[in-house]
């Protein structure tokens, strides 16, 4: 219908206004074709900041629009927002010049913040009401109409601009009315199925990642599904981006469900990773996608865009020829902040001259790292006030936070420290969370994840932790590790390359685990190094990308890999190293990591399924405490080369230990809520991470951390302590291996505002005579400070000598940090006493205001001034000049014109000569002339030479001044000028913080320029002059094999023979390491020629005892390195060294005391207050303070030797400072030490060495030795026997006795009582030495001892008549029987042994004889006779015997013997019940499970059958099959089985299933016997098809044809008879059945009939036999199986007239049964006694022999032995046999009369005779 909705409409509230009702857009074609008139009004021009001027035709008045393109100049304004031009829900307030406009709700700044509908409300409002389709084509009508004719009457223009009106009205309001129907709709559809209608945000379609070239542009967009409709935000980086502040960079847009990201002209910079993140009510979901912007092959930008800064700078001034001043102002303070929470930090910064939108550079720093904006940290501008707002707090935010505000004319800063607490734990207990997430090390196989602890543990010890990953863009996080880890280190594996990851850590205690930390920066599971080699790479952090083509390189095996190396270890990890070998060709390339136990020579390679894709591997699952080797093998689709050079072995366990506890903490009032805490390191700690303070009220015992966030220093200031409070302290160092224990607690402390004032910052900056400790400190783009808080007046810090820098140099600052802390101690006395005024009126306190007059020339001065604060308030009046406040005098250095020096020594000053570095003065702020003071700057260092030169940095070296200035020297400064043609320019900072070692790098520099150098030097008083500039150097790269010079040389020691030369190796190494140094000398006036080597052979020392010098001689020295290529440069010459001894030197002395202390000596006579002893080891300062302990006492020190031993020897130096180079040093050698320890021992000796200490035994009769033994004693030795303090003599009880030649010393009793239940002490004593020992016997002990003793007692007595000597046991020998065992001892003729079992006496049947043996009895079971064995005489065995087949539950039972005679009866008895049985049993079993053979197989007709046989079997053995180490489920195709001594399993129908190991396990009690074999493979095969050949034959044999029996040898007959003979006859199939006589094959007739019935019945019938009737008969029978045959001979005989019919059967097993057959009367008559029977050849008893009848084949067997012919008679009087001996009833024919069977075993038919 005309009106309606498209379907994609329905739901929608906001929909386009381009999609209208068919007769909308009819009527707005009409209006457009009739509309051709002008309005007659002359355009006006609507501006817009950063678009062109447009021209709008109306028919008002011209006005004028300014703006963005956006809002009108007519706006309707409704509750204080500003109706503008309207474009659809969340549109982007960016429009380019050809959007449409529409209707915006902006606010006052004019931020869009929705929408307006319009209401027509008259022609004045319309005009601005138009939706932007409606705008645009009003616009066009109205400027053609006024162009087509400008002379039409206003009335026709007036008809058609309200005909216009009308159309467009009612367009409007077809619009608003289908809107209301809309909304109304979704509202009621709300109301009715809310739930069904909201939802979560869902992504239908995620962006996807783009990678493009340069200058192109790319879009990124995404379909969402959602109720309410989500609002949409992109990021790019976690950043947001917005348009408005990069206009026409980004265009954000959103239609419907689809939003969409596009970004114009990429550049460098657009290489990122942007995240759309949608949010409702019901939820917020993201989805991340990655922009790579790519640079055309072989194009490359030298002069890349450096990235954008951080505030934008719109519409700047120009800052030529202002000087700006800067004052921040309403700053903030110490902050404290919860994990969770939101924090902002705010300035206010007053720049003068104020100049409109000028922007200064404003950047935030956090502990010195400046910060950049993040989803953590944002920043904001707004032209007077800098803020920074921490949206989530994390422990990683605590610390210093700097504001610094940069300007033209220099920059200034304010600092403040926040602290952030944890956030309330999940669960009660648990810890805090880990912090400080980092990725160490990423590459395709791993990523080393790092953290750092948390300081509060919950009040359990924390038991590790747990890192979980999740991969970007997913919200599923997965735990890596599976138990909790203790090292804050750990490799996560299983990454998938190319993708990325974040990563957090857990902590876990007994109470629960803590909340997870602060998510790390993504790192993608990519080698740096392949990153590099792919094609299309992300662009790097500069912004430049260089794509090569690469031809590949097949078939080149890969070489060996480089440089292997373990680079971390730890006792659950190990990380190997290592680089790419050279030869590799182009083709990728993967590793094989192999590791070696050490000590062994196999080699296993750990990755055995998947090469490794990176050039380091972290190996897990090795064993804690053992050594390996590792190697490393490359391959690639060639093949695999060659393994590279083993590692050295490696010992796995944690290399890094837990740090030692920090010392001397001393806490010192501060403000009236902080307290400054300071403490001394912990000693020998690597890889420290910081420190953690806690504090506790006095009285409370609760201890709350100060920090937690880990500081580096070693003093820190803790806030937010009550006023008025006392509190303590105590620190723990952190590393990665753990926390340490925590201090000693600090000295209580009143929290209190101290004299003057304190330090506001939580870190503290390290002064010290350390400085900036490290190597050659590398000088990187980053701002240090020393957090200056206050800032002194602007007029302060104008030193003179900086006019030309940019930035003040470390002596301005150093300078003004001095002068201002003057001022303020100044300021601070002239507050206590204000009748105090300065003599010098106008000058500035704390700073010099004059300078003395300099000769011809401009000199300089540097002014410095000590910043050492007040020790303590003044009491007395000041009457003395103001420097008279402040300690030290306040100094200047005067500098003279720098004119060539004297032989570059010296230099001119008014015609005197006298060294620069001696000339100071001491200048006092009221006096008029200079004094000689000891306290000053020290002067300028000299002899600058280049180290190292690469293509952007160089390493200089500088000689310490020879003048300190009275203090030492803290550190230096170097400064840097370029050279032009001979042009010097401006000077620069090298490095900020001062170094402390005499080398350091300066680093960018531009290659193949020139440059100069000086360095200044620096100590507590102030930073020196600096010195002399350099030679000009050229910066280029070092290319020669050989090292660079050696550095730093310096004499000491100097004697007038000898002296010691002291170096430094060269930074620059050459190509291979330095393995050597040779040292030259040549006297200091003598020509180059003259220098000489001192040592032939290269010394690996950095040190050179050089002797033989000549006394008075001047010498000079140089240095040269060595390495595999050559020797290269000689260092520089050291000053001329004179070879004197001067007075008063003295020489280390070594000295060992009275308690055997050893310890070197060393005094000197000349030294200053300043002075400090400085000990050595091999010239290397001892840092050891477990070995050995310094001491000082005036111009004494001692260092002792706390345990003297091999690692001690050396060569130990004492220099002391301050002085003109007193030093010593005392050569310790192995042999020196040997004598040394003897000389100790000697002097130790007071103490008597006891070879044993006080020990006890039993004797014989339980008597009770106590004893010891010293090592060395004289004859004059002394013991005292205490007990319990109470002195003990010799007596009846007491027995003392002393070898003095074997310095035994023993006490012997007869035995205890309850009240020698005590401590017993021996004290020793010869001369002067002393000892003792002692032995506590009370409690346990004691009772046990007594015990002992009786029992000692009672056995001696028992031993005095026949006994046992070992009691009475068992033993099962290999035969597997029992014997029960005893050993007796003292026994005569008449001694008895009587056995028992549960009481009753066992009998012999002789009587025994022995005196002396071992008897045994091998028990039996069923109550058996004993039999006894006759005994042997002395020593020999006497056996009593009680024999058995086997062991069963019978035999078990209580066994005694019984010995005595007149002198007494002994008993011993072996409980064999329940346990003692079990026991018993179980060595049984064990004998038999070693007697087991081998586990075999073999085959049967049913299956595969494994056994084994055993020696001997009980019944009571148990023994368990198994299968693949499970125990096997019998069943009926699985069984098992004994048959004698075979045990055995037998499997039914075997199958494939089958196949694996099988065993039988013996249990025995303890660990049981097992034996195995494997059932596969060819074994297996081979046993099967046994079984296939066996189950064939078995079948073959049970189906084939058969003749049970029933057939005699030969039956004889009467002629004239009937012959029925019939047999059994088996086969499956039925067998075919053949008769033949004399074989030949016979049919059946009516003479001969042959029937063959059911299958089984066989039978042969002849009716009226008659003599051609006699002959060989046989029966064959025949099926595919096999056949059989049976024969009988029939003889006829003549005979009376015919009896009756005889017939033979057989049963079902061919026995043959005999008998005649009952007939009836009319038939036959029954033979009887009195018959006639014919004789046969051989007589056959009746009945069998008594005991012969067991079954039917013996007796048949009978039969065979007696005779071959059985008869009628003899038939009759056998009994039908059956396998139990009874007569089974006879089975009946079918066809035949009831006959007897007869069986013979064999199956041979016996000889029958028919009567």
């Known amino acids: 219908m005309p009106g309606s909705l498209p379907f994609y409409q329905k739901h929608q509230r906001h929909y386009d206004h381009d999609y209208r009702s068919s007769e909308t857009q009819a009527l707005v074609s009409k209006y457009r074709a009739s509309s051709r008139s002008s309005s007659g009004y002359p355009a006006h021009t609507c501006t817009s900041g950063g678009y062109p001027a447009h021209t709008c035709n109306s028919g008002y008045a011209p006005h004028i629009c300014t703006g963005h393109g956006l809002t009108s100049a007519r706006t309707s304004t409704s509750r204080g927002l500003t109706a503008s031009s309207y474009s659809g829900l969340e549109q982007s307030s960016q429009l380019t010049k050809r959007a449409k406009a529409t209707h915006l709700a902006v606010d006052r700044e004019h931020h869009i913040i929705g929408y307006v509908v319009p209401i027509f409300r008259g022609s004045r409002e319309f005009a601005g009401g138009y939706s932007g389709v409606e705008d645009s084509r009003l616009k066009a009508t109205s400027a053609s109409m006024w162009g087509q004719d400008h002379f039409t009457s206003g009335l026709e223009m007036e008809r058609s601009e309200v005909s216009s009106r009308k159309v467009t009205i009612r367009e409007s309001a077809e619009r608003i009315s289908l809107s209301k129907t809309i909304y109304e709709n979704e509202e009621h559809s709300k109301r009715m199925n809310k739930d069904s209608l909201m939802h979560a945000p869902e992504f239908v379609i995620k962006p996807r990642s783009h990678t493009v070239w340069e200058n192109q542009s790319v879009r990124l967009h995404c379909t969402l599904s959602g109720w309410p409709n989500p609002h949409v935000v992109w990021y790019k980086n976690n950043v947001t981006i917005d348009p408005i502040a990069h206009p026409g960079k980004y265009k954000i847009e959103s239609s419907y469900s689809v939003h969409s990201l596009e970004i114009d002209r990429c550049d460098f910079d657009d290489t990122a990773q942007y995240h759309v993140s949608a949010m409702n009510a019901k939820g917020e979901q993201s989805a991340y996608a990655s922009v790579v912007v790519k640079r055309f092959k072989g194009e490359m930008d030298t002069s890349a865009p450096s990235p954008r800064r951080s505030y934008p700078r719109v519409g700047q001034v120009s800052e030529y020829g202002i000087t700006f001043k800067t004052h921040i102002v309403d700053t903030f303070g110490v902050s404290f902040g919860r994990e969770g929470e939101t924090m902002s930090l705010g300035c206010t910064v007053i720049i003068h001259p104020n100049l409109e939108r000028y922007q200064p550079g404003v950047e935030w720093y956090r502990d010195d790292v400046l910060l950049a904006p993040s989803k953590w940290h944002q920043m904001h501008w707004s032209g007077d006030r800098a803020t920074l707002t921490l949206t989530h707090l994390n422990k990683e935010d605590e610390g210093l936070y700097t504001l610094r505000v940069t300007t033209k004319s220099g920059y200034e800063t304010y600092s403040a420290y926040v602290f952030v607490r944890d956030a309330d734990a999940e669960v009660e207990g648990a810890p805090g969370a880990p912090l400080d997430v980092r990725c160490l090390d990423a590459n395709k196989d791993y990523v080393i994840v790092s953290w750092k602890q948390p300081a509060v543990d919950g009040g359990n010890s924390i038991l590790g932790y747990f890192v979980d990953r999740c991969e970007v863009g997913t919200n599923h996080w997965i735990q890596c590790n599976d138990t909790p880890v203790k090292f804050a280190r750990l490799p996560v594996t299983g990454l998938v390359e190319g993708r990325s990851y974040a990563f957090r850590v857990r902590a876990v205690n007994k109470s629960g685990m803590s909340r997870p930390s602060r998510t790390s920066e993504p790192v993608a599971a990519v080698d740096a190094a392949d990153r590099a080699r792919m094609r299309g790479t992300s662009a790097p952090v500069t912004g430049q990308i260089i794509v090569t083509e690469e031809e590949p390189a097949e078939g080149v095996v890969p070489g060996k890999p480089l440089e292997l190396e373990v680079t971390e270890a730890t006792k659950n990890y190990v990380v190997l190293s290592w680089k790419p070998p050279g030869e590799r060709g182009h083709e990728g390339i993967m590793y094989y990591v192999e590791k070696c136990v050490s000590g062994t020579d196999s080699w296993q390679r750990v990755n055995t399924e998947i090469p490794v894709k990176s050039p380091r591997f972290a190996l897990f699952d090795l064993a804690e405490g053992k050594s390996y080797s590792f190697r490393v093998r490359c391959c690639n689709s060639a093949g695999v080369g060659e393994p590279s050079p083993p590692t050295e072995a490696t010992t796995v366990g944690d290399k890094l230990d837990v740090p030692a506890a920090p010392e001397r903490v001393v806490a010192t009032r501060n403000t009236a809520t902080s307290v400054v805490v300071s403490w001394e390191k912990s000693r020998h700690a690597k890889d420290l991470v910081g420190y953690y303070i806690e504090t506790s009220v006095v009285g409370s015992d609760t201890w709350e951390p100060c920090n937690n966030k880990p500081v580096p220093g070693s003093r820190f200031v803790c806030h937010g302590l009550v006023t008025g409070e006392t509190y303590v302290f105590k620190v723990r160092a952190v590393n990665a291996a753990g926390i340490s224990m925590s201090s000693q607690e600090s000295e209580p402390v009143l929290v209190k505002a101290a004299i003057g004032g304190g330090i506001p910052h939580g870190v503290l900056p390290e002064m010290g005579p350390g400085g900036n400790r490290g190597g050659l400190t590398q000088h990187g783009p980053r701002w240090t400070d020393t957090h200056d808080t206050v800032q002194p007046p602007a007029d302060t810090t104008m030193l003179r000598g900086n006019a030309l820098t940019d930035t003040p140099t470390p002596t301005a600052k150093a300078e003004a940090s001095v002068a201002a802390n003057a001022k303020a101690n100044a300021n601070s006395v002239e507050s206590q006493y204000p009748a105090t005024k300065s003599p010098n009126k106008g000058a500035k306190r704390g700073s010099v205001s004059w300078a003395p007059e300099l000769e011809s020339g401009s000199g300089s001065v540097s002014d410095v001034v000590s910043n050492t604060p007040l020790a303590a308030p003044i009491t007395a009046p000041i009457t003395a000049p103001i420097t008279a406040a402040i300690t030290p005098p306040i100094t200047a250095l005067i500098t003279p014109p720098l004119a060539p020096a004297c032989n570059g020594e010296e230099e001119a000053i008014g015609g005197s000569r006298e060294p620069l570095e001696k000339r100071k003065f001491s200048v006092d702020a009221t006096a008029q002339r200079p004094r000689r003071d000891s306290t000053a700057s020290p002067a300028p260092p000299f002899g600058i030479s280049v180290l190292e030169c690469v293509r952007d940095s160089m390493v ?377 020992s002692s032995l506590v016997l009370i409690g346990d002990v004691f009772k046990a001892l007594q015990k002992e003793s009786e029992f000692q007692m009672k056995e001696w007595v028992r031993k005095q008549g026949p006994h046992f000597v070992e009691y009475l046991g068992f033993e099962v020998t290999p035969e597997c029987c029992v014997i029960l065992k005893c050993k007796v001892g003292n026994i005569k003729k008449d001694t008895v042994a009587l056995w028992q079992k549960d009481g009753q006496e066992i009998k012999s049947d002789q009587q025994l004889s022995f005196t002396e043996g071992v008897l045994k009895l091998e028990i039996a079971q069923r109550g058996a006779r004993a039999v006894a064995g006759t005994a042997d005489t002395v020593d020999t065995v006497d056996d009593v015997t009680w024999r058995q087949l086997k062991i069963s539950k019978k035999d078990a039972g209580v066994y005694n013997i019984v010995l005595k005679d007149d002198r007494g009866k002994d008993t011993s008895t072996l409980n064999l019940t329940d346990q003692g049985f079990r026991d018993m049993m179980n060595e049984v079993f064990s004998v038999i499970a070693n007697s087991s053979t081998a586990l075999k197989i073999t085959s049967t007709d049913e299956g595969i059958r494994l056994y084994t046989f055993v020696s001997y079997y009980n019944d009571l053995l148990q023994v368990t099959w198994h299968y693949k180490d499970s125990a096997i489920s019998f069943s009926d195709r699985i069984k098992s089985g004994v048959v004698g001594e075979q045990l055995w399993l037998q499997i039914k129908e075997p199958t494939e299933k089958d196949t694996g190991k099988y065993a039988i396990e013996f249990n025995d009690g303890k660990g049981g016997l097992r034996r195995t074999v494997e059932l596969s493979g060819q074994a297996f095969d081979d046993a099967v098809a046994e079984f296939k050949r066996l189950k064939a034959a078995a079948i073959a044999e049970r189906n084939r044809a058969r003749v049970k029996g029933g057939l005699p040898d030969v039956v004889t007959i009467q002629e004239g008879k009937d012959l029925n003979l019939t047999c059994n006859i088996s086969g499956d199939p039925v067998p075919e059945v053949t008769w033949l006589k004399n074989e030949r094959e016979i049919v059946s007739d009516d003479h001969l009939l042959l029937k063959f019935e059911s299958g089984k019945f066989a039978s042969f019938i002849i009716t009226k036999v008659n003599s051609d009737d006699s002959g060989k008969y046989s029966i064959l029978v025949k099926n595919k199986f096999g056949t059989e045959s049976g024969e009988f001979t029939l003889q006829v005989t003549q005979g009376p007239v015919d009896l009756g019919v005889t017939s033979y059967l057989t049963d079902q097993d061919g026995n043959v049964m005999v008998g005649p057959n009952t007939t009836p009367p009319k038939k036959r008559t029954p033979a009887t006694a009195g018959t006639k029977q014919k004789p046969s050849d051989s007589p056959v008893p009746k009945t069998p022999p008594p005991g012969k009848q067991v079954d039917g084949r013996e007796n048949v067997e009978q039969v065979k032995e007696t005779g071959k012919t059985v008869t009628e008679d003899t038939a009759e009087t056998l009994p039908a046999p059956t396998a139990t001996g009874t007569t089974p009833e006879t089975p009946q024919h079918p066809d035949a009369e009831l006959c007897d069977e007869a069986a013979s075993p064999s199956g041979s038919p016996e000889e029958t005779t028919a009567q």
């Open 956 to 1332: 200089l070296g500088w000689k310490q001044p020879a003048f300190v200035g009275g203090s030492d020297i803290i550190g230096y400064f170097v400064d840097y000028r370029e050279v032009f043609d001979g042009l010097e320019g401006q000077w620069h900072e090298a490095n900020i913080q001062s170094v402390s070692d005499r080398a350091y790098r300066v680093c960018d520099l531009k290659e193949n320029k020139k440059y100069q150098f000086q360095v200044r030097a620096a100590n507590m008083a102030g930073v020196g002059i600096p010195s002399l500039p350099s030679n000009t150097f050229l910066c280029e790269e070092w290319t020669i094999a050989v090292p660079g010079p050696p550095h730093d040389l310096q004499v000491t020691e100097v004697r007038s023979s000898s002296l010691v030369l002291l170096w430094k190796p060269p930074v620059y190494q050459g190509r291979d390491a330095v393995n050597g140094f040779y040292v030259d000398i040549k006297e200091a006036g003598a020509s180059e020629e003259a220098w000489r080597g001192i040592n032939k052979k290269a010394t690996d020392s950095k040190f050179i005892k050089i002797e033989n010098l000549q006394e008075g001689e001047k010498y000079v020295f140089r240095v040269r390195a060595q390495n595999n290529a050559g020797v290269g440069n000689a260092s520089e010459v050291t000053e001329p060294t004179l070879a004197e001894t001067k007075a008063g030197t003295k020489e280390i002395m070594v000295d060992v005391d009275d308690d055997g202390v050893i310890s070197l000596n060393f005094e000197c006579s000349a030294m200053s207050a300043e002075s400090k002893f400085v000990w050595s080891k091999n010239y290397e300062e001892i840092s050891d303070t477990e070995r050995i302990a310094v001491e000082t006492k005036g111009s004494k020190a001692k260092a002792s030797f706390l345990a003297p031993g091999e690692e001690d020897i050396g060569v130990y130096s004492c220099s002391v400072t301050h002085t003109d180079g007193a030093s010593a040093s005392y050569d310790l050698t192995a042999e020196e030490l040997k004598k040394l320890l003897e000389t100790s021992h000697d002097h130790k000796f007071p103490i008597i060495p006891l070879k044993s200490e006080l020990a006890v035994e039993l004797q014989e009769k339980g008597r009770v030795r106590f004893w010891l033994q010293a090592e060395k004693i004289s004859a004059n030795g002394k013991v005292d026997y205490v007990f319990n303090d109470n002195s003990l003599s010799a007596g009846e009880k007491y027995k003392m006795n002393f070898d003095k030649n074997t310095g035994v010393i023993e006490m012997i009793m007869e035995s205890l009582t309850p009240k020698d239940e005590g401590t017993f002490t021996f004290q020793l004593q010869d001369g002067k030495a002393t000892n003792q």
